[in-house]
């Protein structure tokens, strides 16, 4: 009894220190705990303190650590013409080292923002309509309307390696590596097929020195090449993938058209130079051939041919927008391919021939003086302009430097002339996006015709041609302005949509493969070293895909009969159917 006592006696003298009226009764206690309280909170909210100040210390440490890792991944994506080059050794190729050019960091943050908007439109196409042709955004579904060839896909590779994006331009290539497959019963456009398909897959090839692509490339281009068998050699503009089987649509009347006939030589001479094999340059250099009997001294060629004869139907339009544009293009860019060498000097004189024809097509409005060109039916000039045919600053700004001092700054001086007028097509809605094409009138400058924009690249194109060749800073700010423009009226939860109307900005549910293979790639370039791609050694197809240049030399062919094959570049670490309407 005694020891309980003892112990309930301790327990309640261990308790009296938790009640109040023990302190008030003793202030010196009182105060000492009151003193130790002060002590320990102040060494508490000291640790506390540090701790915070070592947490945003940290942070800061980690925003600075994705900051380089951003630069560095830029820098990347800028490596393949820009300092030193990296042998598969490990070792700097001192042969390739070049000067690096300073980058304005404002162009670094505009091409960040492009590139963002590629990464926005890419990942909705990943995730909606993976594999397939295009994404319709409005609906997050996919569709089929090139038969099932990946369109948007294929038409990607090249933009997601000039920008670097590695992990996505992998998985795209397994798609293809693995699931791509040309045997389908499809009707398909030799000009589309060729341009996107043929030309993706070629700078792919050129871009990365992977060799599953330019298989896949030989593949596609073997399924199309029948196309050429005519009397003429002017080929018919669709085939069969599976059946072969190529004719001509029946909305054009057995004729095959200028554009679709005249716009796979880049990609058919390059895919010879790469095998080896001179059967698809011969095919695409005979329907030039055959188109240079009858050359007209103006060098204007109506949009129909007869590819049983190989003559022109003088019935049809002469334009440089839908049906005719890219035939022009071409016949200065293959002279560029073939490194400007006698063996292709006859693509220039054919091409400065039309440049004559072209200058007789323009006009100039009122009261504005926008610089402009007409079409031509027979023998009658209609006041009308494709957006399409905004191409056409930029190929005589490419064109102008072949010329002698007094040809030369006058063909500049048009593309900056129609350049200004292609902007215009923009800044004169309501969206500031541009309609399919546009009409003048006296007195009245421009009005817009059919007013829908598909999210079309010609004018960003021929700005990034301007910029690139005259150094001029208001082409970068023009295209920086159709950019804001598109991501305020295009831009959707889910990827990128046109507009069926400019004037009320009403949207359509296309993102069209070219907006990714063409608009964003040159979008990004405008912003992006002159040594990105440089013109010295690469050649845009219409498509916007890059080819290598190689030097040509003898009639078609160059030295020991078989055409060069070319080494692709290695990087360490229609305008389409939609010409004519609805791509």
């Keep these: 009894m005694a020891r309980t006592s003892r112990s309930s006696s301790s327990s309640s003298n261990r308790w009296r220190y938790l009640n109040p009226s023990y302190y008030l009764k003793r202030p010196k206690r009182l105060a000492f705990l009151?003193?130790?309280?002060?002590?320990?909170?102040?060494?508490?909210?000291?640790?506390?303190?540090?701790?915070?100040?070592?947490?945003?210390?940290?942070?800061?440490?980690?925003?600075?650590?994705?900051?380089?890792?951003?630069?560095?991944?830029?820098?990347?994506?800028?490596?393949?013409?820009?300092?030193?080059?990296?042998?598969a050794s490990g070792k700097i190729n001192e042969s390739t080292k070049k000067n690096v050019v300073k980058d304005d960091p404002i162009d670094i943050q505009r091409r960040g923002r492009v590139k963002e908007a590629m990464l926005h439109a890419w990942t909705s196409y990943e995730q909606y309509a993976w594999g397939q042709d295009e994404l319709q955004p409005q609906t997050k579904n996919g569709v089929n309307s090139f038969g099932g060839l990946g369109a948007t896909l294929i038409d990607s590779l090249d933009t997601l390696y000039i920008m670097g994006l590695d992990e996505q331009f992998q998985k795209a290539r397994e798609w293809v590596a693995n699931s791509l497959d040309f045997n389908k019963n499809y009707e398909a456009s030799v000009f589309e097929t060729t341009i996107r398909v043929v030309g993706g897959l070629l700078s792919a090839y050129d871009l990365s020195g992977d060799?599953?692509?330019?298989?896949?490339?030989?593949?596609?281009?073997?399924?199309?090449?029948?196309?050429?068998?005519?009397?003429?050699?002017?080929?018919?503009?669709?085939?069969?993938?599976?059946?072969?089987?190529?004719?001509?649509?029946?909305?054009?009347?057995?004729?095959?058209?200028?554009?679709?006939?005249?716009?796979?030589?880049?990609?058919?001479?390059?895919?010879?130079?790469?095998?080896?094999?001179?059967?698809?340059?011969?095919?695409?250099?005979?329907?030039?051939?055959?188109?240079?009997?009858?050359?007209?001294?103006?060098?204007?060629?109506?949009?129909?041919?007869?590819?049983?004869?190989?003559?022109?139907?003088?019935?049809?339009?002469?334009?440089?927008?839908?049906?005719?544009?890219?035939?022009?293009?071409?016949?200065?860019?293959?002279?560029?391919?073939?490194?400007?060498?006698?063996?292709?000097?006859?693509?220039?004189?054919?091409?400065?021939?039309?440049?004559?024809?072209?200058?007789?097509?323009?006009?100039?409005?009122?009261?504005?003086?926008?610089?402009?060109?007409?079409?031509k039916n027979g023998g009658s000039l209609t006041d009308k302009m494709d957006e399409l045919a905004c191409f056409a600053p930029g190929m005589l700004a490419l064109g102008a430097s072949g010329y002698g001092p007094g040809d030369r700054e006058q063909f500049l001086s048009l593309a900056e002339e129609l350049a200004w007028t292609c902007y215009n097509f923009y800044q004169s809605t309501p969206t500031k996006l541009a309609g399919e094409n546009y009409f003048f009138h006296a007195g009245q400058d421009m009005n817009v015709g059919t007013s829908w924009n598909i999210l079309r690249p010609e004018t960003v194109e021929s700005l990034f041609y301007?910029?690139?060749?005259?150094?001029?800073?208001?082409?970068?700010?023009?295209?920086?302005?159709?950019?804001?423009?598109?991501?305020?009226?295009?831009?959707?939860?889910?990827?990128?949509?046109?507009?069926?109307?400019?004037?009320?900005?009403?949207?359509?549910?296309?993102?069209?493969?070219?907006?990714?293979?063409?608009?964003l790639k040159y979008l990004y370039l405008l912003f992006s070293p002159s040594s990105v791609i440089s013109f010295d050694e690469w050649v845009f197809n219409t498509e916007a895909h890059p080819l290598k240049i190689v030097t040509r030399h003898d009639e078609g062919e160059s030295s020991g009969g078989l055409v060069a094959q070319v080494k692709p570049h290695l990087r360490h670490r229609s305008r389409k159917e939609g010409r004519t309407g609805d791509k």
């Excluded at 019935?315 to 016949?331: H, I, N, P, Q, R």
């Design 34 to 87: 009151f003193i130790a309280f002060v002590f320990v909170t102040f060494f508490v909210w000291d640790r506390q303190s540090l701790v915070r100040e070592h947490e945003v210390e940290i942070t800061k440490i980690s925003e600075e650590l994705v900051q380089l890792k951003n630069q560095l991944q830029e820098l990347k994506s800028l490596s393949g013409d820009v300092g030193e080059t990296i042998n």
């Design 466 to 519: 301007l910029w690139r060749l005259t150094g001029n800073k208001t082409y970068q700010e023009w295209g920086w302005n159709i950019f804001q423009a598109f991501e305020k009226n295009s831009r959707v939860e889910s990827g990128y949509v046109g507009l069926k109307d400019v004037n009320t900005g009403v949207k359509d549910n296309m993102m069209q493969s070219f907006f990714l293979a063409e608009t």
């Design 211 to 375: 060799k599953m692509f330019l298989e896949k490339a030989t593949d596609i281009a073997d399924r199309l090449l029948p196309a050429w068998d005519t009397p003429s050699g002017i080929p018919y503009n669709t085939i069969n993938l599976n059946q072969g089987n190529p004719h001509n649509p029946g909305w054009t009347g057995g004729e095959s058209i200028l554009a679709d006939s005249g716009t796979e030589q880049l990609e058919f001479i390059a895919l010879s130079q790469r095998t080896g094999n001179p059967k698809y340059q011969k095919k695409v250099e005979n329907v030039i051939t055959e188109i240079r009997k009858n050359f007209p001294a103006d060098g204007l060629l109506p949009i129909y041919i007869n590819p049983h004869t190989g003559a022109s139907a003088s019935y049809s339009t002469v334009t440089f927008g839908a049906m005719g544009d890219s035939f022009y293009e071409y016949l200065l860019k293959a002279w560029i391919q073939g490194n400007k060498t006698e063996a292709v000097k006859h693509y220039r004189e054919m091409w400065e021939t039309s440049m004559k024809g072209l200058k007789s097509l323009i006009r100039r409005t009122t009261p504005s003086s926008f610089t402009y060109i007409c079409e």
